[in-house]
């Protein structure tokens, strides 16, 4: 029996307006997506693949089409309603780490369980659960810059993790990392996909990024080629 579908777009357009003229980031992008799959999105640079990672998230608007994420059209959602899902239902990993560098690691993660409203102490241990599980016990009051780039990018990742979201979107989780770091975030992701039936998209020029993934969509100037 086959997972069901928790990402389905059709005829998804992203239309960029400049005084230079139109730009067309997304062009007409169906598809969907398994629960428990792990995609590598893929293709040469300025070819969209940020753009299907904002459009497909809620993170931005979509010019045409629809985007369902678990059988919810999310940009009928008001903002505050899409914010509100993302926090519940979606993880974030970001190439540049995006951590806040004037809070230790466990405050970092815990952050976005303190914005959904989580108590303080419940937050506080799912943040120090999530920061152990991840091989970082004994750092968890470490700033960001007393950390290495490849312990920074698994506070990142504790911290899409934390929620236990449904989904994690993940742009070049490993571009900053060097490729035994690169390695280990991509086993990390493989098991916690595996252990927690969650779908990861994962956007990444990386080939041997992409062999880790079930399933591999490849654009090119907005569109996905034929599999």
Not at 9 to 30: F, H, P, Q
Not at 49 to 69: A, P, Q, W
Request: aromatic share 6%.
């Amino acid at each position: 029996m086959s997972e069901p579908v928790i990402v389905r777009g059709k005829n998804v357009w992203k239309v960029y307006e400049s005084e230079a003229g139109n730009v067309e980031a997304l062009r007409g992008i169906d598809v969907t997506i398994n629960q428990g799959e792990m995609v590598a999105v893929m293709g040469p640079s300025g070819c969209g693949k940020t753009t299907f990672l904002n459009c497909f998230s809620g993170l931005d608007d979509v010019t045409k089409g629809t985007v369902h994420v678990e059988g919810t059209n999310i940009h009928a959602m008001n903002d505050n309603k899409k914010s509100e899902y993302r926090a519940r239902r979606m993880g974030f990993v970001f190439q540049s780490y995006n951590l806040l560098p004037v809070l230790s690691a466990v405050e970092n993660v815990e952050l976005p369980l303190l914005v959904a409203g989580v108590p303080p102490k419940k937050a506080r241990s799912r943040a120090l659960h999530w920061l152990e599980e991840l091989g970082l016990k004994g750092k968890e009051d470490y700033r960001p810059l007393a950390l290495s780039g490849g312990q920074q990018q698994r506070v990142t990742l504790a911290r899409a993790l934390v929620s236990e979201p449904a989904i994690v979107w993940a742009d070049e989780p490993t571009g900053n990392l060097d490729a035994e770091n690169s390695r280990q975030v991509m086993e990390l992701l493989r098991s916690l996909n595996q252990a927690h039936d969650q779908t990861f998209i994962v956007v990444t020029h990386d080939a041997e990024v992409a062999r880790s993934c079930d399933r591999v969509l490849r654009m090119r100037d907005g569109s996905l080629l034929p599999p």
